[in-house]
């Protein structure tokens, strides 16, 4: 049993290493890459610094001072560039780390109370609110994606309370995939723009998203985290929960209520993907290894920040797209964490 | 002498305007155990639901008698071992303090985790405190809970299945703590279809009889445990 797992535990390592190799063997087409699906990113930056469209928009300069044996700068070069990219990025960065800390939160009650279908299925009922907003041609896309957003979790919460069958959050995430691009149809730029948010590719966040976003965020995150007590009664012992006078459907219909907020202003802001990789991967990677609730969650909020700042750091030197890069990185180490913790019992 | 703390006078109880289960009368006092007994499907989760005040009666009548005095009953309800989730990471002792958060605001137990320690220590489990609770064995995970639901200081504590799963030793070690609970004041239900160990525990059992006809209720009969023990004996003679 050992020895399958350490041969897991090193085919896992392998496949990381393969994977950062071919990137950086392969600078040219991913370089390529970049420029295509980064184009509103680099004329943001060209906007705020100058610099030439044609250059990739997560590494302004990078091309002049690109080594031959990868994606990598010179010592000096990249101190310099590391402080403008968090200067230009830092409203970005700032939201993003807002849902690292809302997501490992909210995310390590998900995984506990298997809650994941709902998780996965909500970002999928945010776009068609999405949608409607690009159909009609709205500026502001929050308030359709909020309104569907909280029908869903009214009909969620019912189907609960009335115990109604299990195809509803599976066909709520069928029905926001096909539904939010009907709603767009024939319209290239909306279609484009929906694509955009499901894959997360083109991370961009101006002064205002973040300004509104991050404290909600932070709120949802800290009333999540003091309420661990709560939530681990209501999942053990509901039955006490009912005789010392609590109602256990308003506090599930709380968490979901949570959960939706979280997910709707990390879609609105970064995208599904980078929503996702937090509310699944920090939790999952340090739950084999805490004893107790409150340590846990403080461990999935560290760990979703170096996640971030590993995603962050391998886009631009790797020129990958930030949500990728956080997701990819987040499940090579959450496998890592989850092999490690099996050879340790 | 014991104070009468629940009455309950020809009460029916159901769900969506379908009886489950019909008692003609029942009476729980402090010191005293009452054994809920009866087959799958009988209705006493039902019954317990309806006695406890989570359920209203369709029709008659369950009178708690602190009510008057605007304090409502304290009950404390011991969840079953078995149905305890293990993956979620919590210590033996924030398994134990379930029962207080429960009465808390924000969950939070503050001071009166020295209230669990002291009910830990009691019960001479003290030392598994800071063990994982999934790492303790049955029988230790169902005393920890046991003196969480303790801790809280109830006037009524609901025990469901508490020997469900127990090896011979763990489940007379239970009992025998049971006893002493009763004895000392606590008004005790217990849901088991283990008759042995209400036997042993109960004072007066509320049997379930399950209806002849779809659509009836189940029929609730009060026997004293020695009823109870005979039938039971009866019965095993007849299938033997």
Known sequence: ?345 | MADKLIEVQNATFGYGGRPVVRVEHLELSTSKCLGIFGPNGSGKTTLVRGITGLLSPMSGHVIHATRSTRQPLRIGYLPQHRNIELHWPMTALDAASLAISARRWFGWIGPRVKDVLAMMNRLGIDHLASRLFASLSGGQQQRVLLSGALAGDPTVLVLDEPTEGLDVRSTQELIDLLRQFVAEGLAMMIISHEADDLVQVSGQIAWLHPAQQQGEPSRVEIVSPEALGEAILKAARRVG
């Open chain 1, 1 to 345: 049993m050992k020895m399958r797992v350490s041969c897991i535990y090193i085919l896992a390592v392998l496949l990381v290493i393969c994977v950062c190799t071919l990137s950086l063997a392969a600078p040219a087409q991913t370089t390529q890459s970049t420029q295509q699906v980064d184009q509103s990113t680099q004329d943001m930056l060209r906007e705020l610094s100058g610099v030439s469209a044609s250059q990739p928009a997560t590494m302004p300069s990078a091309s002049a001072e690109q080594s031959s044996s990868g994606g990598f700068e010179d010592e000096s070069a990249t101190a310099i560039q590391w402080k403008r990219l968090i200067g230009l990025f830092q409203f970005m960065l700032l939201t993003a780390a807002a849902v690292g800390v809302a997501g490992a939160v909210l995310g390590l009650f998900v995984l506990l109370r298997r809650e994941a279908l709902v998780a996965l299925a909500i970002p999928q009922v945010v776009a068609i609110g999405a949608a409607i907003g690009m159909r009609l041609g709205w500026e502001n896309k929050l308030p359709p994606a909020l309104g569907v957003a909280m029908i869903a979790l009214v009909y969620f919460a019912l189907s609960r309370r009335r115990s109604a069958g299990n195809w509803i959050v599976p066909a709520f995430y069928v029905a926001g995939l096909c539904l939010s691009f009907l709603i767009i149809a024939n319209h290239g730029q909306d279609v484009e723009d929906l694509q955009r948010l499901f894959t997360g590719v083109d991370v961009a966040v101006d002064a205002k998203t973040a300004l509104t976003s991050v404290p909600v965020l932070l709120v949802v995150a800290l009333l999540c985290a003091l309420l661990w007590r709560r939530w681990l009664l209501l999942a053990q012992a509901p039955a006490a929960a009912e005789l010392a006078g609590l109602r256990p459907t308003r506090w599930d219909t709380l968490f979901l209520l949570l959960l939706t907020i979280v997910i709707l202003l990390g879609t609105n802001a970064l995208g599904v993907v980078m929503v996702l990789s937090m509310l699944f991967l920090p939790a999952a990677t340090v739950l084999p290894w805490t004893r107790r609730l409150p340590s846990a969650i403080v461990a999935g909020m560290v760990v979703s920040l170096i996640f971030l700042a590993a995603g962050f750091y391998f886009s631009n030197a790797m020129r990958w797209p930030l949500s990728q890069s956080v997701g990819g990185i987040g499940f090579a180490v959450l496998i890592i964490s989850q092999l490690t913790s099996q050879l340790k019992k």
